[in-house]
Structure formats: C-alpha cells, structure tokens
C-alpha cells in the first residue's frame, strides 16, 4: 500500500454527487489520503451533472469516463470496462461508491475483481422491489462491499439479515443531508422565481414504473390536474420524462391550461429553494424524500413503496402508489399534517461524511481486507 492510502470516488448521475461531495470534502480535510475522483457521465446534461460538480465544490475529476446514456446491460458494462481500464492505470486501495444507480453497481464489480475494497455510502436501503433496477444495483452492491455505511436503521437491520458482517456496518447517517445542511441558508435567503405562484405543491418524476407506461402517465397527469384545481403545480421535469411527455403526446395536456408550469431540471440550490417553499412535494424520487423531511416539507410519494421508510416513520412521508384517487387523498392528507411535528431521524446532523472518514482510517489501520 501507498504511505498515504489512496481512495478513489465514484460518481455519475444527478444523486451521486450531494451524496459524494461531504465525503470528499472531509477526506481532504483530513489530509491522510490520496483522494481521486471519476466521473462515469452516466449523466451527462450541465443540468444533470455539470452544475452540481461545480456548485458542490468538486475538484476537477481525475477521469471523465463519459459512459452516456445506453440500455441498462450497455450502460452498465461501458462503466464497468472503462473504469477496470482506469483502475489498472491508476491502482488504488480503496474505491467508495454511493448510492444505487447503474454506475454504482459497475464500479464496485471492476473494483473487487481487481481485489480493490469497495465501501458503499447508503448501503442497506430495500423497497423489496426487485422490479425495480436500484434494489437490483442495491443488493448486489452491497454484497460485494467492504464496508457499508448507512442512513437510517432499516438499513442495518436489512443487512444483518442478508448476513453481512456486523463489524462492516456502520451507521452514519445521511451525507446527502450534510450537503443540504451546508446550502440550506443560502437557499433559504435566495428569491422566489418573479412568475412563481405564491403558494404551490412541487413535482418531481422519473421512476421507469411511473413515466415509461403510457396509462401510469396519463393516470398520473389527471391526478395532477385535478390537484391543480385545488393548488397550483410546479413541476421540474427529469429528461426521461420530458421525452415519454413528448412521446405520448401529453406535453401540452401537462402543463393544465397553465395550472402546472413546466420547468427544466433545476440546479441545486435554486430545487433546494423550490422544495422548502413549496406547501407539498409529489415525488418518485429517493433522496427527495429524505430532503423533503429535513426541510418540513410534506411529501406525497408515487410509489407502491419506499427503501427510506424512516420518512415515512418520521411523520414527513405517504406512499400513494400512481393510482388517481390515492395521489389526491394522499396530497388532502398530507397538506392537512403539521410539518411541525416532522421528526428527524439520528445522524442526519451535517456530520454523516465525518463519520464515514473516521471509519475509514479505522478500515486502513486494522489491515484493509476484502
Ligand atoms: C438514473 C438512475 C436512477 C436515478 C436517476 C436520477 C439507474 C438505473 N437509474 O435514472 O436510479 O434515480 O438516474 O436522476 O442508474 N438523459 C438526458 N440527459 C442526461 C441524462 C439522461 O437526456 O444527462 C435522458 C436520456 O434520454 C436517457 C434517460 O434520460 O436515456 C434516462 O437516463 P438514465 O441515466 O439511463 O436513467 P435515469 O432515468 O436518469
Ligand atoms: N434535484 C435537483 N434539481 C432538480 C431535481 C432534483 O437538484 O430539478 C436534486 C435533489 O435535491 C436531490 C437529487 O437531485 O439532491 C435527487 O436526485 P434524483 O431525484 O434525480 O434521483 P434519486 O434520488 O431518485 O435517485
């Protein structure tokens, strides 16, 4: 081993790097390692990626593997061979992945093959979905990780169970909410858009299960201008789903005579801004969830389930599946909670990424194994 160990983090699509940004942050501050960065380009937009490498404060990354957009079995393998390519130019001794996209998966495969550990930051989280492809890049992550730092305590017991070794779990906490706690000020000082309505309910959706399925589209679409009646929409719209809009012919049906406004995927902290001033949250996302809570926000989720139940346990959170009538008396009920009264849940304190590095140092004391 190097005399400094030397860790490379990946990163990729839109989640990635307010997940990422707090453990690189502190591994520099440390000082005691040899940090790298790659950037798969899973997503590549300034939208989707560009804006957040910059405003997040990330160095410029030591590799752009610019991978891009391809079927999941592509997507996946163009990762895995670029970054094994990159990994053997550039050996390491540790690579710390998060999250639950494609390139998550990817990176941790070509590293443990090259016997590199692998620690995964928000490991344990299970919608016990297998439909869906984050819990297949879920379990599979973490079953070939080294260490497993997790967000919430539905995470551990999810790994005790699958058997994983109880000195490699570790909680922490959630470093997507050290990024939150860092930018909240400055997005709770910065203006409302001019053409914004006052009050209004935010939109976000880009589930396969939600937008790739016409029918689920459209049931979704009525329930959104129905609730739009009620409460004006603001939706910022992921470019899977401007695409399925655009091929259903239901962009102009969308928008509910001006009752919705479509927006283009917003930069961090102007969405951060968005979220905390909105009455409700209807979301697929994941990290919405969690973010949504923190800032006492409701959140209607259009999901038959969730892998952060703590949201859910925490007062902040109701799943309402993608079914019409469900998404409206979701949103009756979750606009009638007093934010208030949202808990949140330990760890989720602005220090998660402070934790993940003390383990580590722990990891490279003892003698690093697979
Ligand atoms: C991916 C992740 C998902 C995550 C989401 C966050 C997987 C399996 N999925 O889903 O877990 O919640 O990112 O946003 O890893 N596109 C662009 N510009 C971009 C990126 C994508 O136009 O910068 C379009 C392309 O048409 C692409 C489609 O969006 O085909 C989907 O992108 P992809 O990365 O495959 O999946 P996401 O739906 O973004
Ligand atoms: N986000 C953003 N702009 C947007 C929508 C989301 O900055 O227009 C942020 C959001 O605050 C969170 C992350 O993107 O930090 C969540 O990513 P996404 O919903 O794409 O993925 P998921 O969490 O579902 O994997």
Redesign the pocket.
């Known amino acids: 081993m190097a005399s400094r160990p030397r860790i490379t983090i990946v990163v990729g699509?839109?989640?990635n790097f307010m997940k990422a940004g707090p453990v690189l942050h502190a591994l520099q501050r440390h000082g005691g390692f040899e940090v790298k960065l790659v950037n798969t380009g899973?997503?590549?937009?300034e939208r989707?990626?560009g804006s957040f490498l910059r405003d997040l404060g990330f160095p410029k990354p030591d590799a752009d593997l610019g991978v891009g957009?391809a079927s999941?079995g592509k997507?996946t393998a163009q990762v895995l061979a670029s970054f094994e390519e990159w990994l053997l130019a550039h050996p390491q001794d540790l690579v710390l992945v998060v999250g639950?996209?494609?390139?998550t998966i990817a990176a941790t495969l070509a590293a443990v093959k090259l016997h590199v550990p692998v620690a995964h930051v928000e490991a344990g989280l299970r919608s016990g979905d297998r439909a869906m492809?984050?819990e297949l890049?879920r379990l599979a992550t973490d079953a070939l990780s080294s260490l497993l730092f997790v967000t919430e305590p539905s995470g551990v017991d999810n790994l005790r169970r699958e058997g994983a070794r109880a000195d490699r779990v570790e909680l922490v906490g959630n470093t997507m909410i050290d990024t939150l706690l860092r930018f909240r000020e400055v997005a709770l000082q910065s203006p409302r858009p001019p053409d914004w309505p006052d009050r209004y309910a935010l939109v976000t959706l880009?589930r396969?299960s939600n937008v790739d399925d016409g029918a689920a589209l459209r049931g979704i679409l009525g329930a959104l201008q129905e609730l739009s009646a009620e409460l004006p929409l603001v939706w910022t719209v992921?470019?899977?789903t401007q695409?399925r809009l655009e091929d259903f012919g239901l962009a102009g049906a969308a928008t509910a005579g001006g009752r919705i406004r479509l927006v283009p995927p917003l930069g961090y902290v102007e969405f951060m801004a968005a979220m905390a001033r909105a009455r409700l949250i209807l979301t697929d996302?994941?990290g919405v969830q969690e973010e949504a809570l923190v800032l006492k926000v409701p959140v209607v989720t259009l999901r038959e389930n969730t892998e952060r139940p703590v949201t859910i346990d925490c007062g902040g959170n109701l799943l309402a599946g993608n079914d019409p009538a469900r998404i409206l008396a979701g949103a009756r009920t979750m606009l009638a909670r007093d934010p208030a009264a949202f808990r949140v849940p330990e760890g989720w304190d602005g220090k998660a990424a402070e934790r993940v590095v003390a383990r580590l140092e722990r990891f490279f004391a003892e003698g690093p194994s697979l």
């Open positions: 699509a839109r989640p899973q997503h590549y937009d989707m990626a957009s999941h997507q639950d996209v494609n390139s492809p984050e890049n880009h396969p992921h470019p899977r695409k996302s994941g």
